[in-house]
């Protein structure tokens, strides 16, 4: 990976922060109707040494709540004051999503679909455009942490663009269990931080509005060994390695639901399944209705449904069709 050796003052919204220096700044993000200013704060620490700059995110959807809780314990434990280097940490991105435990911003749009912004658009796109122009252009890595939307629990993985060899080295060694080769798509961070050649490394695991310990020290985890293979993790922090390699999917599909009612899975995240086999039933609350759904092809379960109520057609399990070597 190229990494610019920054031995530079760092301006940041209009801050000065210096090499050995540690700063909270303040992104104000707008005022609310009773003039009381809305700010997230960006908590950059810097080294003395010069190194590479790397930007750590979460909460880009408000209510995504186990990124946020891996980025705080970074910040808790200290893991982001750097060997070389520096780090920013915004731990939540999206403030107005995250008070009101909700995945938009009060405006209905999803910061996630308004990259790289605008400077006079919606009040997402303005918040798209400054992080754009105003963060990035110092970045040379960026770990951003997601969580499952909807009652849908992702299993711990990276997601990447296929046919980049940085990236598959990358996502090795943050060493999460699954990584799932996915496109970009137009208009979100990932997909702008590739365009400015920004390398990204993007963490989905567990649900919204909940916190799971195993998702939270699988992210943590693989920040330490990204920090450490990049020189900037201190030596009091030990790095373990993954109990697996990770297995890299190449395709996957959805499970959909034939048919509404209630809702309970039989198989685990993370398990593997024949085709055919039974992962679990649709029922109704009278008694009368039991149907067993079954996978419709091999692969991993790589997000459930945990939903106790679904409707025909709901995506109920994204299972891998195709493995990569």
């Given at each position: 990976m190229k990494v610019i050796q920054n031995k530079d003052d760092l301006k940041i919204l209009g801050k000065i922060i210096k090499p050995g220096e540690s700063?909270?700044?303040?992104?104000?993000?707008?005022?609310?109707?009773?003039?009381?200013?809305?700010?997230?704060?960006?908590?950059?620490?810097?080294?003395?040494?010069?190194?590479?700059?790397?930007?750590?995110?979460?909460?880009?959807?408000?209510d995504e709540i186990n990124g946020v809780e891996i980025v705080?314990?970074?910040?808790?434990?200290?893991?982001?004051?750097?060997?070389?280097?520096?780090?920013?940490?915004?731990?939540?991105?999206?403030?107005?999503?995250?008070?009101?435990?909700?995945?938009?911003?009060?405006?209905?749009?999803?910061?996630?679909?308004?990259?790289?912004?605008?400077?006079?658009?919606?009040?997402?796109?303005?918040?798209?455009?400054?992080?754009?122009?105003?963060?990035?252009?110092?970045?040379?890595?960026?770990?951003?942490?997601?969580?499952?939307?909807?009652?849908?629990?992702?299993?711990?993985?990276?997601?990447?663009?296929?046919?980049?060899?940085?990236?598959?080295?990358?996502?090795?060694?943050?060493?999460?269990?699954?990584v799932l080769y996915s496109d970009n798509i137009a208009k979100t961070f990932r997909n702008t931080c590739n365009k400015m050649g920004k390398p990204i490394l993007l963490f989905e695991g567990g649900k919204s509005i909940h916190i799971d310990n195993n998702i939270t020290n699988t992210g943590v985890n693989g920040a330490k060994r990204i920090l450490h293979h990049l020189g900037m993790l201190r030596s009091n922090f030990k790095v373990s390695r993954p109990k697996e390699r990770p297995i890299f999917i190449a395709e996957s599909r959805w499970i959909r639901a034939n048919f509404s009612g209630m809702f309970k899975a039989s198989i685990q995240i993370n398990g593997k399944v024949k085709k055919g086999q039974i992962i679990g039933n649709i029922t109704d609350p009278y008694g009368k209705f039991n149907h067993f759904v079954k996978a419709s092809y091999e692969g991993y379960i790589i997000n459930v449904n945990e939903s106790p109520i679904v409707y025909q057609g709901d995506a109920l399990f994204h299972i891998s069709t195709k493995l990569s070597d």
């Open positions: 700063k909270e700044v303040s992104f104000n993000l707008a005022k609310l109707h009773t003039r009381t200013p809305v700010d997230v704060p960006i908590i950059i620490e810097r080294s003395k040494k010069p190194g590479p700059t790397i930007l750590i995110t979460a909460g880009i959807h408000g705080r314990q970074l910040i808790a434990k200290g893991i982001n004051k750097p060997k070389t280097g520096t780090t920013i940490c915004i731990p939540v991105l999206n403030i107005f999503g995250f008070i009101n435990m909700k995945r938009e911003f009060p405006d209905g749009r999803d910061l996630n679909r308004v990259f790289p912004g605008s400077k006079t658009g919606s009040l997402a796109s303005r918040v798209a455009y400054t992080i754009t122009t105003e963060i990035l252009p110092h970045i040379d890595f960026v770990l951003d942490f997601h969580t499952g939307g909807a009652m849908r629990y992702n299993a711990p993985q990276v997601r990447i663009s296929k046919g980049n060899a940085d990236f598959n080295i990358s996502a090795q060694i943050f060493g999460a269990p699954f």
